[in-house]
């Protein structure tokens, strides 16, 4: 069974950071991509940032290009997003989400089989 579960949300103010973990029980495929996806209230929810776990590809969202960095550590199954320079705009729950390899960059979220429960990540101005 593959179970995804995040953590490292909170509240912070503009100009600060966070760092999110999603620790992964196991990969579901040889190559898997883990997806940070968000969804604030009132929106869709849109990828954030994608890296593969073999190969190590990554993709950004233009808005985050910059301020956020994705990293994986396979020995832990686990990916990270280290989160820099936060804007009230990047308030959302924040989930990752896994699918196969290929699928990194294509943010349609039935692309991601597996998910967790989120992390809610609050900005103030």
């Known amino acids: 069974q593959v179970q995804l579960l995040e953590s490292g949300g909170g509240s912070v103010q503009a100009g600060g950071s966070l760092r999110l973990a999603c620790a992964v029980s196991r990969y579901p495929y040889w190559n898997t991509c883990i997806t940070w996806f968000r969804q604030a209230p009132g929106k869709e929810r849109e990828g954030v940032a994608s890296?593969?776990?073999?190969?190590?590809?990554?993709y950004y969202v233009d808005s985050v290009k910059g301020r956020f960095t994705i990293s994986v550590d396979n020995a832990a199954n686990a990916v990270y997003l280290q989160m820099n320079s936060l804007k009230p705009e990047d308030t959302a729950m924040y989930y990752c989400a896994a699918g196969l390899g290929g699928y990194c960059g294509i943010w349609l979220t039935t692309n991601f089989p597996y998910w967790g429960q989120g992390t809610q990540v609050t900005v103030s101005s």
């Open positions: 890296i593969s776990t073999v190969g190590g590809s990554i």
